[in-house]
């Protein structure tokens, strides 16, 4: 009777991790992709357990709670402007798990031929995804400088690495019994996975959060082949497969190759003789912004890390009520690597509750920003820096943009005139059709709800 419900059950989670990632696809959709991929790992879980070779549940229901007690309060305290870094500290557990895994199968077997290679790829990237993991963690924390870290030779001191932690790898699989080049295997394993990320910018966080999320992927399908588990193999493999593609994209929204991003030290400031002039900037307070807002009929709000940062999320859902009454048609314009992760604006302009038909992607709002009198940029820099498209030797040129800059009006809220991840200035802020709203993103937005209020009372 068993032996004929595992595979069921695995038939069954399967399917659900394949629906989970077609539904995460759309925020209309993505809460029933959650649920979906939920219940999937649920019948992953619970087929597991029934295979024969579990024969004793002390030390799994053991851990089962010590990992509930850790995860289920971390879950709900998390902010959801820590997104991010939670994405990022649950890729570090994933591949630790999986490394150690891997670990412990090759002292208890000494496995041979493809098994072995199978493990030795396992480990590789379980180990380094960890290490990876948390700097990426303290980088988003900002434990760590968000800046590239960087050196002479560094990038060579990073291959030389790698390959010897490759040529070890392969030494195990021609001599298991060679025990002793283990340990330096992983060691040099969690090294590479430190210097991989340090010398990345937080520019390119959503990229990284990506790549790591598929070399976690990887790791998991190469112990599904280690261990003999089809389920393993194919969430393994969507896991990482899925997490490709996303990179990829995300490199294409910033006109960037995988290559630029791991070794290029993207976001060091950059320093020009342009610093030493004071270019003239037009700033205003909150009462003559929500004139201007008070005046106009279409709206178009770009969101970005500040407001994520000022977890100004639900006073832009106030703003937007409170236009919308006033029959202002307002959007919001999505840039694919605003934030520190994929969809991290959509995430909490989500939790606010403003409605997914008013989030507009890239290729989507583009065309309609010249039509626009108002276009409100919230903590938003170099995704709307026209510097990409007017200067061919700037270090974002080539990168798609939000077009703000066509708006009749731009506002921009922002605490200070201090340059994003990319290092450089921004060319908008100077342009004669930008007021700069200098101030906290979540205090600014209401002291303009608060002033528009005062304008309908009126």
């Keep these: 009777m068993i032996e004929n419900l595992l595979p069921i059950c695995y038939i069954l989670a399967a399917a659900g991790f394949i629906l989970a990632i077609k539904w995460m696809n759309t925020p209309a959709t993505a809460r029933r992709g959650v649920i979906a991929g939920e219940l999937g790992m649920l019948l992953a879980v619970v087929g597991t357990l029934l295979r024969f070779e579990v024969v004793n549940y002390q030390w799994i229901f053991?851990?089962?709670?010590?990992?509930?007690?850790?995860?289920?309060?971390?879950?709900?305290?998390?902010?959801?402007?820590?997104?991010?870094?939670?994405?990022?500290?649950?890729?570090?557990?994933g591949a630790l798990a999986s490394a150690l895994i891997g670990t412990a199968e090759y002292y208890r077997h000494l496995p041979h031929g493809f098994p072995m290679g199978a493990l030795v790829l396992e480990t590789l990237l379980g180990f380094l995804t960890f290490t990876a993991s948390l700097m990426?963690?303290?980088?988003?924390?900002?434990?760590?400088?968000?800046?590239?870290?960087?050196?002479?030779?560094?990038?060579?001191?990073?291959?030389?690495?790698f390959v010897l932690a490759v040529s070890i790898g392969i030494a195990l699989i021609i001599s298991p019994e060679r025990t002793w080049l283990f340990p330096v295997f992983a060691a040099l394993s969690l090294i590479f996975g430190v210097l991989l990320i340090i010398p990345i910018g937080?520019?390119?966080?959503?990229?990284?959060?990506?790549l790591l999320?598929?070399?976690?992927?990887?790791?998991?399908?190469?112990?599904?082949?280690?261990?003999?588990?089809?389920?393993?193999?194919?969430?393994?493999?969507?896991?990482?497969s899925s997490g490709l593609i996303l990179a990829i994209i995300m490199c294409r929204a910033m006109n960037r190759s995988f290559s630029n991003v791991l070794f290029g030290a993207f976001g060091q400031v950059q320093v020009t003789a342009q610093k030493s002039v004071e270019r003239p900037v037009r700033s205003a307070s909150a009462e003559?912004?929500?004139?201007?807002?008070?005046?106009?009929?279409?709206?178009?709000?770009?969101?970005?890390?500040?407001?994520a940062v000022a977890q100004a999320q639900h006073k832009l859902r106030e703003l937007f009520d409170v236009l919308t009454?006033?029959?202002?048609?307002?959007?919001?314009?999505?840039?694919?690597?605003?934030?520190?992760?994929?969809?991290?604006?959509?995430?909490?302009?989500?939790?606010?509750?403003?409605?997914?038909?008013?989030?507009?992607?890239?290729?989507?709002?583009?065309?309609?920003?010249?039509?626009?009198?108002?276009?409100?940029?919230?903590?938003?820099?170099?995704?709307?820096n026209p510097a990409a498209q007017n200067d061919k030797t700037s270090p974002i040129a080539g990168m798609p943009i939000l077009e703000a800059y066509k708006a009749r009006t731009v506002m921009v809220i922002k605490r200070s005139m201090n340059p994003g991840f990319a290092?450089?200035?921004?060319?908008?802020?100077?342009?004669?059709?930008?007021?700069m709203l200098f101030g906290d993103a979540k205090t600014f937005v209401g002291g303009i709800v608060k002033e528009l209020g005062a304008l309908v009372r009126n």
């Design 136 to 161: 990426a963690f303290g980088k988003l924390q900002e434990i760590l400088p968000t800046r590239p870290i960087t050196y002479r030779g560094q990038n060579i001191v990073n291959l030389t690495l």
């Design 325 to 384: 009454r006033r029959g202002v048609d307002v959007r919001f314009a999505i840039h694919p690597v605003a934030g520190r992760m994929p969809g991290h604006m959509n995430v909490l302009l989500a939790e606010s509750d403003v409605p997914y038909d008013k989030l507009c992607e890239m290729d989507d709002i583009n065309p309609e920003f010249p039509m626009a009198d108002v276009a409100l940029i919230v903590g938003a820099n170099d995704v709307v």
């Design 213 to 240: 999320n598929s070399y976690a992927g990887l790791s998991a399908s190469a112990m599904g082949f280690a261990l003999d588990n089809k389920l393993l193999i194919i969430a393994g493999a969507l896991d990482g």
């Design 423 to 435: 290092g450089i200035d921004n060319e908008l802020y100077y342009l004669p059709n930008t007021l």
């Design 202 to 210: 937080g520019a390119d966080m959503p990229t990284v959060i990506a």
């Design 62 to 93: 053991i851990a089962f709670f010590l990992g509930s007690a850790i995860g289920v309060p971390l879950a709900y305290l998390m902010p959801m402007t820590a997104v991010p870094q939670r994405t990022a500290i649950s890729h570090a557990f």
């Design 288 to 307: 003559e912004a929500a004139e201007m807002l008070d005046s106009a009929r279409s709206v178009i709000i770009i969101p970005g890390y500040g407001m």
